[in-house]
């Protein structure tokens, strides 16, 4: 007690003292026995499991890649998004010539657009980005085919005060080998690619034949970044789960036998010559199966296997599973048919995934126009001449499926107008993509009196045959000059009209 109150009154001299206030710190520490502690730190680039994340982009690639190829979740949900937003399509165009040109061009025997775009598609969203590289055909100036390039493998550049962006192969040791190697042929690879290979320098790419798909998470970033990075936190979580779980069942992968001699509460214990000797008798029996002991009920024999020795680990995946499903912008009921579902009334969650469909499909819709069809119309003169001004001449592409949930609604309005007159036939076939009206028109004409004829002769129904019908019309003559009235059929019964008010056209 003396040594505590010296201890206080020590601490008030050095108080009143001309001493630094770390210093006092430090000797009050020593004499009140004044435990320091250091000021916390904290930012999300210094914690445990950010030390662990991939730092370069190939490694950052290269993770994207092993968890596609292991997790189930993760290879699924991707899959499903890089499909559904794309269907079967056709080109349509005024000329029909240019349409037939370009139909060549996008499915032959070398390469298929819409295969392509499935391919790229998913590299869009397992890497974050989609680099093609075509091989343009300078003879017949289209282009013969289209290859995705590794990202990895690929650099992207563009100098602070330029807009055009560059594009270089990086070499990798094997096309390296390939060209140091005498027995590889390289007279048809490039000179500019033979130096550039001798000279340990990228490969520049030509700007014209490469173009890069990108989903950016920075209105500044030139490279994309891949849907799967914003998990990986989660998905190093869910590997240290799975690998303490491990661990356990590997210590209890084969079950451990507890051989128990004796009974304590009537004071019969075993010497240790007993134990060794039961000891040898057991490992005899094991070495010579099939074998049967006979001992007094003081032996007592368990097994003991995983059983309550296994983490209870299902809350935890739950976690993550969670995770994932919200990082990749799915539910459960998308994927397995099971939890909440997307009701009938088109909830806020369903309208949001189709209108992230709908963006990736004009993104991709936005290439193709300007990355495979401007050049080809471009190098053959497509254009439409208006006086001083000249248009360029690009298919226009329809889609066979709609992500559109209200185009069933917008039918049914437009067959309801139909009926009534107010819209073409055209126009209504116009919403339906596999509908092509100059060939229904055709197949119409020539089913006319057929056993397929479902109007006996006419194939027009009376009250859609323009031909039999009087000329009306609805615009008013001279000035404010009502409609011409219907004349009515021989059917309906001839009601009196109220006088038409006397008109005198020219004043």
């Not at 209105?219 to 998990?231: D, E, M, V, W, Y």
């Not at 240290?240 to 004796?262: C, D, K, N, S, V």
């Not at 998308?334 to 992230?356: Q, R």
Request: aromatic share 10%; charged share 30%; hydrophobic share 35%.
């Amino acid at each position: 007690m003396n040594e505590n109150k010296e201890g206080i009154k020590k601490v008030g001299e050095l108080w009143n003292s001309d001493l630094n206030k770390r210093v006092i710190t430090k000797q009050a520490s020593a004499a009140g026995s004044v435990t320091l502690t250091s000021a916390q730190f904290y930012t999300p680039e210094l914690t445990p499991e950010t030390w662990l994340l991939p730092k370069s982009r190939q490694e950052v690639l290269r993770w994207a890649r092993i968890y596609f190829n292991l997790e189930p979740y993760i290879q699924s949900i991707i899959m499903f998004h890089s499909r559904y937003p794309f269907s079967k399509f056709k080109l349509i165009g005024e000329d029909k010539g240019i349409v037939e040109f370009f139909n060549e061009v996008v499915d032959n025997e070398r390469w298929n657009l819409y295969e392509f775009i499935l391919q790229a598609s998913l590299s869009y969203h397992l890497y974050g980005e989609a680099i093609p590289m075509g091989e343009w055909d300078e003879k017949d100036k289209k282009w013969k085919k289209f290859i995705l390039l590794e990202p990895e493998l690929v650099e992207v550049k563009q100098g602070l005060f330029d807009d055009e962006t560059k594009f270089e192969l990086i070499l990798t040791d094997e096309i390296k080998k390939q060209i140091n190697d005498p027995n590889v042929d390289t007279s048809k690879i490039p000179e500019a690619v033979v130096e550039a290979i001798k000279s340990n320098k990228n490969i520049r790419l030509d700007n014209k034949n490469v173009s890069i798909i990108a989903r950016l998470t920075s209105p500044s970033a030139l490279r994309g970044t891949p849907i799967i990075q914003c998990l990986f936190k989660v998905l190093i979580y869910q590997d240290y789960i799975r690998l303490a779980q491990m661990r356990i069942a590997e210590r209890h992968q084969l079950p451990f036998e507890l051989w128990t001699l004796g009974n304590i509460d009537k004071n019969i214990l075993p010497s240790d010559e007993d134990l060794e000797n039961f000891k040898n008798m057991i490992n005899s029996a094991i070495q010579n199966p099939p074998f049967s002991m006979v001992y007094p009920p003081i032996v007592d024999y368990k097994v003991l296997g995983v059983k309550d020795k296994l983490l209870n680990i299902y809350e935890d995946l739950g976690y993550v599973e969670n995770q994932i499903l919200v990082g990749l912008g799915v539910n459960k009921n998308l994927i397995l048919g099971e939890g909440p579902s997307f009701s009938n009334t088109k909830t806020i969650s369903l309208n949001k995934l189709m209108m992230e469909y709908q963006i990736i499909r004009d993104t991709f819709e936005r290439w193709i126009y300007n990355h495979v069809f401007r050049r080809i119309s471009e190098e053959n003169d497509f254009f439409i001449h208006k006086g001083k001004f000249k248009k360029l001449i690009l298919p226009k592409i329809e889609w066979e499926k709609s992500l559109r949930l209200d185009e069933d609604d917008e039918r049914k309005v437009y067959q309801e107008l139909h009926s009534k007159g107010f819209v073409s036939t055209k126009t209504l076939f116009s919403k339906f993509s596999n509908l092509d009206y100059d060939m229904e028109r055709r197949q119409l004409e020539e089913e006319k009196g057929t056993i397929y004829d479902k109007t006996d002769g006419k194939r027009i129904p009376e009250k859609f045959d323009q031909s039999k019908e009087e000329v009306r019309s609805d615009k008013t003559v001279g000035l404010e000059t009502p409609p011409l009235p219907t004349p009515p059929t021989m059917t309906e019964e001839v009601k009196p009209e109220l006088p038409l008010p006397e008109i005198k056209i020219g004043e």
